[in-house]
């Protein structure tokens, strides 16, 4: 059975303009994902899923594989990336008829290591007889026990989550995790049958807090490139 990997990667962008093949400390920013896949021992094909003739072009050139083109109707800021995970299953199982699962990088979070990617699929291999999916999370920023706030029925900041004894130390707070949108490892039948991620029986891969960043921003587009560096120089 296959390991498949694909990298989404449309062609607009509403927060930083062609941000998956612009140039980000030396290489587009679909490369990144790529390479890592390609330097996954676990993974057997990478694909791109793509609307765009450029980010084909960039893909191919770098070892990954292009067979099929993204809809319109999946092309856009609104489009489910569910659905474009199905569109592309759909497309692979004419390849590939036997996938064991289904890996997908996003490509905007280029700060993970190939040693998480292979973690993450021997924790989804691990447990596939009780989980359909595996994906990237790391301890929240914020907690809803602590310092998250919503206004209550008078239209005051109150706490989101209060617990009957108050916390006055955020390391007493009930664990709470953020959903990092850079690994996914999923059962085929999973994708197939479901319509979201959170209808699955999940869990987490727990990344380390400075490889969480993803960029959906000019700020985030920084950030990752001075990241990116400080890995390269460390």
Same mark, same amino acid.
């Given at each position: 059975?296959?390991?498949? =990997?694909? *990298? ?7 927060? @930083? ?5 612009? *140039?980000?400390? &030396?290489?587009?920013? !679909?490369?990144?994902?790529? +390479? ?5 021992? +676990? ?14 072009? *960039? ?24 659905? @474009?995970?199905?569109?592309?299953? /759909?497309? !692979?199982?004419?390849? $590939?008829?036997?996938?064991? =699962?289904?890996?997908?990088? %996003? =490509?905007?979070?280029?700060? /993970? ?12 291999? #691990? ?27 008078? &239209? ?9 004894? #108050?916390?006055? /130390? /955020?390391?007493? =707070?009930?664990?709470?995790? +953020?959903? @990092?949108?850079? $690994? ?13 991620? %959170? +209808? ?14 993803? !960029?959906?921003?000019?700020? %985030?587009?920084? *950030? ?8 390269? %120089? &460390?």
């Amino acid at each position: 059975m296959s390991i498949v =990997c694909v *990298i989404s990667a449309r062609g607009g962008s509403a927060g @930083v303009k062609n941000k998956n093949s612009r *140039i980000i400390n &030396g290489k587009p920013l !679909i490369v990144w994902s790529i +390479e890592q896949a390609l330097l996954t021992p +676990e993974i057997d094909e990478v694909f791109v899923s793509t609307d765009s003739s450029e980010i084909k072009k *960039i893909a191919l050139q770098h070892g990954a594989k292009v067979p099929f083109k993204r809809p319109k109707n999946l092309s856009n800021s609104t489009a489910p990336k569910f659905k @474009v995970w199905k569109h592309a299953l /759909r497309k !692979i199982e004419k390849l $590939i008829p036997d996938i064991e =699962c289904y890996v997908d990088l %996003d =490509c905007t979070s280029p700060l /993970r290591d190939v040693s998480d990617i292979t973690a993450a699929i021997y924790q989804y291999k #691990r447990n596939k007889n009780k989980i359909d999916v595996v994906f990237s999370v790391c301890a929240a920023r914020k907690n809803p026990y602590f310092n998250l706030v919503e206004k209550n029925e008078s &239209g005051y900041l109150r706490v989101s989550k209060p617990l009957k004894k #108050r916390i006055i /130390r /955020r390391q007493d =707070c009930p664990e709470v995790l +953020e959903h @990092v949108a850079s $690994i996914y490892v999923m059962s085929p039948e999973f994708i197939k049958s479901k319509e979201n991620l %959170d +209808e699955g029986r999940s869990e987490g891969y727990k990344i380390d807090y400075e490889k969480s960043f993803d !960029i959906d921003s000019e700020l %985030d587009f920084k *950030i990752v490139s001075f990241l990116l560096a400080d890995k390269k %120089d &460390g």
